[in-house]
């Protein structure tokens, strides 16, 4: 016999599976990452839309996916997933409300999630603390995604909070969208039509509407004030939305004939802020006294003021940051840095 110990053969624990909902563009680039990496430790074993699902059949390579799918077997865009064990890992790359109510669902049935839609975290506040009472003992739920496309907001959030400090306030530019189209913005030039330009380049969403309501901002902003200890709900946070009730209420054939109504409002209080030396943000912020949403006239070397482009700009005062707030800022918009937030939690997940 040699001296060589006897080591026990220990068998590999199977590789947790991922099953990606929502392959536009978030979760086409998030499988264009996986493909990068090629990680074994990322197998994927469902993608689907709201119409398709190719369903599981064992571990396979990312590149196989994308344009089998059109194949895939018919699905209703519920969120019962059959296949799926304990361990296996939802990507949520959809903003489907009906997916976001099975987030606790699918912890429940002690899987991991990973989101970068909004309605989980920034929905129901009750939803909220459901997740976060769920996502415990070994349970994950990514959320970088969710807030500043994978800017460490959340994150610093909860750091600062479990180092004793209470947050005092919060305010951001949390909409790349809006950043953009305001960013550089005077009045001379139709705001609709930079509203048009950003829907052509991709910055906005396809009914931008979505955008200029302030909708999307009050769900990072609800998400951003629950992380950080206030628990808000969307009614409490008073939102002044850039759409007038024209725009508001036109059917999706006569928004872009309706997005004219924007341009003389807008350019006559770009002017008078232009006057002041001031410059034009949608600013999201929350205390102690409320959480409220808007346009506001800034300093041009406020800090929120100076980003550029799609850069979301966030400041936080805390009881270590009492005088000077601590400053955040970078691309917070965009399906690359996006999908690589989500890619992130996904590594974190399988490290764990
Ligand atoms: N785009 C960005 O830059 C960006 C940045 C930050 C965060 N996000 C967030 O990321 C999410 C995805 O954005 P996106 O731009 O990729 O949207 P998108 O291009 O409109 O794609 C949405 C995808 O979700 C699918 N889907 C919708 N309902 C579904 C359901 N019930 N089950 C399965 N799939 C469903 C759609 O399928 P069908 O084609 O069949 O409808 C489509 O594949 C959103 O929550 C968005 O707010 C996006």
New binding site residues.
């Given amino acids: 016999m040699s001296g060589r110990p006897q080591v026990a053969e220990v068998a590999k624990p199977a590789p947790r599976r991922i099953a990606l ?7 086409r680039a998030l499988l264009e990452r996986l493909r990068a990496l090629d990680d074994p430790r990322l197998p994927l074993g469902l993608v ?4 398709r699902r190719l369903p599981l059949i064992g571990a396979s390579s990312p590149r196989a996916w994308p344009d089998a799918l059109a194949q895939g077997e018919p ?1 209703d ?1 519920s969120g019962a997933l059959p296949g799926l064990a304990p361990g296996d890992i939802v990507v949520d ?4 409300a ?2 976001a109510a099975w987030h606790p669902r699918w912890l429940r049935q002690g899987l991991h999630v990973v989101s ?3 309605l989980g975290l920034g929905g129901p506040l009750l939803r909220q603390h459901e997740i976060r009472a769920l996502a415990t003992d070994g349970r994950h739920y990514g959320d970088a ?1 969710t807030v500043g ?1 994978g800017l460490p907001l959340l994150r610093t959030l909860r750091e600062l909070r479990a180092g004793g400090d209470r947050i005092g306030a919060v305010v951001g530019v949390l909409s790349g969208t809006l950043a953009w189209l305001f960013d550089g913005y005077d009045g001379c030039e139709p705001f609709s039509a930079r509203v048009r330009a950003a829907v052509a380049q991709g910055y906005a969403e396809p009914d931008p509407r979505v955008d200029l309501s302030g909708e ?1 901002v009050c769900r990072k902003l609800l998400i951003l004030a629950r992380t950080a200890g206030y628990p808000l709900e969307q009614a409490e946070v008073r939102v002044d939305s850039l759409l007038t009730p024209a725009l508001a209420a036109a059917a999706p054939d006569h928004v872009d004939a309706a997005l004219a109504e924007l341009d003389g409002p807008l350019a006559e209080r770009a002017a008078r802020t232009a006057r002041d030396g001031k410059v034009l943000r949608y600013v999201a912020r929350f205390d102690a006294a409320g959480a409220r949403i808007g346009l506001e006239a800034l300093p041009a070397d406020d800090p929120l003021a100076v980003g550029r482009g799609c850069d979301n700009r966030v400041a936080i005062w805390s009881t270590r940051y009492r005088d000077r707030p601590l400053q955040i800022q970078g691309p917070g ?3 690359e840095v ?1 999908a690589a937030a989500l890619l992130d939690d996904l590594l974190r997940i399988v490290a764990s």
């Fill in positions: 909902l929502g392959v536009g563009t978030v979760g689907a839309n709201s119409r699905h865009g790359a959809t903003a489907s009906e997916l970068a839609n909004k995604a496309a999307d918009a965009g399906a996006t």
